[in-house]
């Protein structure tokens, strides 16, 4: 069964969000807009896969919670289990929305897994300060290793000062595993920032190197305009398996 025929038998949530901020309700088919804007041949050489993971119980039932409230907010359901089911649910989203619609699909997703009252108790607990930013960058590490793989606490300067208050993640699993970068663009790094800043009070500058497949996210740090970022510039891998497998355009 086609996306197409699951959505005419589904009603998404989103389609009441979209319709409250005015998106369109229908999903749009359409490339990743202000994202790629060089040729992929500049893309001269491919990560390869080299992580392996063996998720722990903590592990899966995050995943699979994180996975069913994407595909709830999608209205989009698959069969797989474990981090491909998370996998497919982002590739599903990215083929039948366009990206504005993504990152609401994400933001959206990420209110369904995470409590409100949560949410709210810690953004009046924690407000902006040395100690909540670096707090943040430490629970991290310890509980989303899961989603974006092997990761660290790092120091920087703030305020003209030191503050271990930056997460390197070594190798992003998510991009990794999709091998794209539009969906690491609308479907983590915007929507991530704009869930953490709005719903937790703290700004965070996501910067990912499409080169290594690392990433780091800066707790306290305001993300750059989108005219300014240079991720929103970079062209998609050339063995993109959005792409391969579906034929979509991954670059304007």
Not at 24 to 33: A, N, W
Not at 159 to 172: A, F, P, Q, Y
């Amino acid at each position: 069964m086609d996306a197409n025929n699951l959505l005419a038998q589904s009603r998404s949530p989103l389609s009441t969000l979209a319709h409250r901020r005015r998106y369109p309700c229908k999903p749009v088919r359409s490339p990743v807009l202000a994202v790629l804007t060089r040729p992929s041949e500049i893309v001269t050489k491919e990560a390869r896969k080299t992580n392996f993971y063996n998720d722990n119980w903590f592990d899966q039932i995050a995943i699979n919670h994180l996975s069913q409230s994407v595909q709830a907010a999608t209205g989009l359901r698959n069969n797989k289990s474990g981090y491909e089911s998370l996998v497919e649910a982002a590739r599903v989203a990215s083929q039948n929305f366009n990206p504005i619609q993504q990152r609401e699909v994400v933001i959206y997703a990420l209110e369904r897994a995470f409590p409100r009252a949560i949410l709210s108790l810690i953004k009046t607990l924690l407000p902006q300060s040395k100690l909540a930013r670096e707090y943040f960058a430490a629970f991290t590490t310890v509980f989303f290793a899961w989603l974006v793989g092997q990761c660290e606490v790092r120091e920087s300067e703030l305020n003209g000062r030191r503050e271990r208050n930056v997460v390197h993640i070594k190798k992003c699993r998510f991009l990794e595993e999709t091998n794209c970068v539009g969906m690491c663009i609308n479907l983590c790094k915007l929507p991530s920032q704009a869930f953490i800043k709005d719903s937790l009070g703290m700004p965070v500058n996501m910067v990912p190197n499409f080169d290594d497949m690392s990433c780091e996210m800066i707790f306290g740090q305001d993300s750059p305009a989108s005219t300014d970022d240079p991720a929103l510039k970079q062209p998609c891998y050339k063995q993109c398996k959005a792409k391969q497998k579906h034929s979509m355009k991954c670059s304007t």
